[in-house]
């Protein structure tokens, strides 16, 4: 049994369909900070991401956006509907005929129509979080509107929420001031996956093909290590 740690904060974008690292931080916390109060990236995976297309080749599936330079992910709209009908037939390609296909509410996310790119986000999250047997509670950083921008406005998060130890995937520590931490008592620790084939696609992956086990390979494959001074 995973053991909680509520010192821990652990805050990341919204992402669409994300991957099985991003779940695999969350196994032993128990709240998740979605910043979607900072900057829409059009290249980044806050609206698209890679499943397991035809022969185990990585296909992008993309969420169109209505955005201007500058907006705020919290702001943006998602354009039009078709992309879900064509979404959810790329995920039936994909994995129809997987063993656990049936086993998700998935294709009501797809059915739904969707005003904002972070709900359509959350709504696939939460299936995952369910289907993964993860214990989050979600909290949007628009709701908290933290002080400051990057480091500092991670340390600001941990402090209105009571958390001494920030993780972050290892993009995360290219940017992060660690004096800035350390000055506010906040430890550091980095989350690393490894995906058991080498894939590095969208989690729904390993729900579709795997089923009950995919918690354990998340446990399995995931690591979190302290960062030292």
Same mark, same amino acid.
């Given at each position: 049994?995973?053991?909680?740690?509520?010192?821990?904060?652990?805050?990341?974008?919204?992402?669409?369909?994300?991957?099985?690292?991003?779940?695999?931080?969350?196994?032993?916390?128990?709240?998740?900070?979605?910043?979607?109060?900072?900057?829409?990236?059009?290249?980044?995976?806050?609206?698209?991401?890679?499943?397991?297309?035809?022969?185990? @080749?990585? =296909?992008?599936?993309?969420?169109?956006? *209505?955005?201007? #330079? $500058?907006?705020?992910?919290?702001? +943006? !709209?998602?354009?039009?509907?078709?992309?879900?009908?064509?979404?959810?037939?790329?995920?039936?390609?994909?994995?129809?005929?997987?063993?656990?296909?049936?086993?998700?509410?998935?294709?009501?996310?797809?059915?739904?129509?969707?005003?904002?790119?972070?709900? @359509?986000? =959350?709504?696939?999250?939460?299936?995952? *979080?369910?289907? #993964? $047997?993860?214990?989050?509670?979600? +909290? !949007?950083?628009?709701?908290?509107?933290?002080?400051?921008?990057?480091?500092?406005?991670?340390?600001?998060?941990?402090?209105?929420?009571?958390?001494?130890?920030?993780?972050?995937?290892?993009?995360?520590?290219?940017?992060?001031?660690?004096?800035?931490?350390?000055?506010?008592?906040?430890?550091?620790?980095?989350?690393?996956?490894?995906?058991?084939?080498?894939?590095?696609?969208?989690?729904?992956?390993?729900?579709?093909?795997?089923?009950?086990?995919?918690?354990?390979?998340?446990?399995?494959?995931?690591?979190?290590?302290?960062?030292?001074?």
């Amino acid at each position: 049994m995973t053991m909680t740690r509520p010192e821990v904060l652990v805050a990341h974008q919204p992402a669409y369909l994300p991957w099985p690292g991003y779940l695999s931080r969350l196994l032993d916390v128990d709240t998740l900070v979605l910043l979607d109060h900072v900057q829409f990236a059009e290249r980044g995976r806050q609206h698209r991401n890679l499943i397991r297309g035809s022969g185990g @080749v990585p =296909q992008r599936l993309t969420v169109p956006v *209505l955005h201007r #330079f $500058g907006q705020r992910i919290c702001e +943006v !709209r998602v354009a039009g509907t078709a992309w879900a009908a064509a979404h959810w037939r790329a995920l039936t390609c994909a994995y129809g005929k997987a063993a656990y296909f049936a086993d998700y509410p998935l294709r009501a996310v797809y059915e739904h129509h969707w005003e904002r790119l972070t709900e @359509v986000n =959350q709504a696939v999250l939460d299936v995952l *979080l369910d289907g #993964f $047997g993860i214990k989050v509670h979600c +909290v !949007r950083s628009s709701s908290i509107a933290p002080e400051g921008s990057g480091t500092h406005m991670l340390a600001d998060l941990a402090r209105r929420l009571g958390r001494n130890v920030l993780r972050v995937g290892t993009g995360a520590t290219r940017y992060l001031d660690h004096a800035v931490l350390a000055e506010a008592g906040i430890a550091v620790e980095v989350a690393t996956y490894d995906p058991p084939d080498g894939l590095a696609v969208s989690a729904v992956d390993l729900l579709m093909r795997h089923g009950p086990a995919a918690r354990t390979i998340l446990e399995q494959h995931g690591r979190v290590t302290a960062v030292t001074a």
